[in-house]
């Protein structure tokens, strides 16, 4: 289980399930940038389309490896970010990418004086950050496209779909019992190669609070139900790539896909270990 090698016959789908409500206007110090949580989000949504492109880049040109789509849920409602109302393949948005721009960030130096880090990279996303956060609403049509992409005849051997939800707060519709429910659901589709993959990461900017990410199964403990939630809703991390966190880790899995208080660098970290078998293959 999940083994399969992502090739144009055996393609893989990743989503990003994006938080886009009021609260994301917070700032936040995150590896010493700082911006709101919207924009962090934004960089980190518009970094991993420009890495899986270069991935999916070879000496005869761009191989269509993946279908990616990026849902974003505010007040405005559940909305896809990209063009496509779905899923949109890699070689589509190769065919209307945008210009690489500038994305200048302030920092503090050791003697917290005023500088910036600039990055170039594509806007294919922007920042936004407005209304409520309709959770619910966003994983009821990220398990719709899921399950018809899995249904899909030709997808039926692929590794199986990744999908990243990111917030920064408690969601605004569904009970604790229907979040977890419409979590289920996305976890129980599924390619031959294994059920899809489900990520829930709390994006914070709380400094004092210490971040964990992929607790252990066996040891994890919290009196905060929000937190038993994304607990509860996360897939496991498959076996096969435990061992990114091992090199760096006391403990062994088996780990949960989820992640509190977790700043940007391991936001990054995160969609990086979760898409580690995108990127051998």
């Known amino acids: 289980m999940y083994e399969q090698r992502i090739t144009r016959a055996h393609r893989t789908a990743i989503v990003l399930v994006v ?18 949580k919207a924009e962090a989000i934004a960089f980190a949504s518009n970094y991993l389309i420009d890495e899986l492109m270069a991935l999916a880049t070879r000496y005869d040109g761009l191989r269509d490896y993946y279908d990616i789509a990026i849902i974003g849920y505010s007040g405005d409602g559940v909305e896809s970010l990209l ?53 619910f609403e966003a994983l009821a049509m990220v398990a719709d496209l899921v399950e018809k992409w899995c249904n899909e005849p ?8 990744m999908v990243f939800n990111i917030s920064d707060g408690e969601p605004t519709d569904g009970t604790i019992d229907e979040l977890i429910s419409i979590a289920e659901r996305i976890k129980h589709t599924a390619t031959k190669d294994g059920n899809t993959l489900l990520f829930n990461i709390h994006l914070g900017n709380n400094t004092a609070q210490h971040p964990v990410t992929f607790p252990c199964e066996y ?36 780990y949960r896909c989820v992640a509190f208080n977790a700043s940007f660098g391991e936001l990054m970290s995160i969609l990086n270990i979760g898409s580690e078998s995108v990127k051998r293959n």
């Open 83 to 135: 063009p496509a109302d779905g899923f949109n393949s890699i070689a589509h948005l190769a065919t209307i990418a945008p210009e690489k721009r500038d994305f200048t960030f302030i920092c503090k130096d050791v003697v917290d004086e005023d500088c910036s880090t600039t990055y170039a990279i594509r806007p294919w996303v922007d920042a936004k950050a407005t209304g409520s956060t309709p959770m």
């Open 154 to 161: 030709t997808n039926r051997q692929s590794f199986p779909p």
């Open 219 to 254: 040891n994890y403990t919290s009196e905060c139900p929000h937190q038993n939630m994304l607990f509860r809703m996360s897939s496991l991390l498959p076996e096969g790539l435990e061992s990114a966190l091992e090199e760096q880790r006391a403990d062994h899995g088996p």
């Open 19 to 36: 938080d886009c409500s009021t609260s994301m206007q917070e700032m936040t110090t995150i590896n010493n940038l700082v911006m709101p």
